[in-house]
């Protein structure tokens, strides 16, 4: 009885300081969308994969996902690491990872449709799951969802403490005839965000922004 009561006191014990060593780290959860056009853009998401390979550290997670026709599925993660307390195995997990993107980006073909939606919620189920203190979805997307008549994403979301942040919102040509549509789609997207509960809602166009809210 004695040794089942330390035992347990033990895992106690263990599980309380995982957890706290978890409150320092952060995890990303990055979206990139593949739809139509907007594929051409992927290799300005290469380039802020690349900086936040560079800038995540041991204890930190990360992970890379395509937005398509339906993006609520684990199968849409093209790649997802938490980096090793050791340097050497740490810079291993990041090699990997960049060749994993490497090979997406010289292999995206443009998709039909564009489920951002579905790709926030699974971001989010990926991001509470790392038990990290500061949790991050960026979306690398023009923000026009076009779903197909059988893909039911009106309904509330979850992004309870969750950053969200909408990098490289390039404008439709549509938006250059009526730019109301441009903002108004930002505006949606935010008011839908902070009802989802998430921490905050940003807008970056330049990465320098991308690296003083990081390190916030």
Not at 91 to 116: C, E, L, M, P, W
């Amino acid at each position: 009885m004695v040794k089942r009561l330390l035992l347990a006191s033990l895992l106690g014990l263990s599980a309380s300081t995982c957890t706290d060593q978890r409150s320092h780290t952060q995890a990303v959860y990055m979206l990139i969308d593949t739809s139509g056009t907007y594929a051409q853009e992927v290799g300005k998401a290469q380039r802020i994969i690349n900086y936040l390979l560079g800038t995540l550290q041991s204890g930190d997670s990360l992970a890379v996902a395509r937005v398509k026709t339906r993006s609520f599925s684990e199968k849409d993660i093209i790649a997802k690491v938490t980096f090793d307390s050791r340097p050497s195995q740490a810079n291993a997990q990041k090699r990997a990872f960049k060749d994993k993107i490497d090979a997406f980006v010289k292999s995206v073909a443009g998709s039909a449709y564009t489920d951002i939606t579905g790709g926030l919620i699974q971001g989010g189920m990926f991001l509470n799951e790392t038990g990290a203190g500061r949790k991050t979805i960026l979306i690398f997307s023009d923000m026009q969802e076009e779903l197909d008549k059988v893909t039911v994403r009106d309904f509330p979301i979850n992004l309870k403490d969750i950053r969200v942040v909408a990098l490289n919102v390039v404008k439709l040509k549509t938006d250059n005839i009526d730019p109301r549509r441009y903002m108004g789609r930002l505006e949606a997207w935010q008011k839908r965000i902070e009802r989802a509960g998430a921490s905050e809602w940003i807008l970056i166009n330049d990465i320098e922004h991308l690296d003083r809210m990081l390190q916030s």
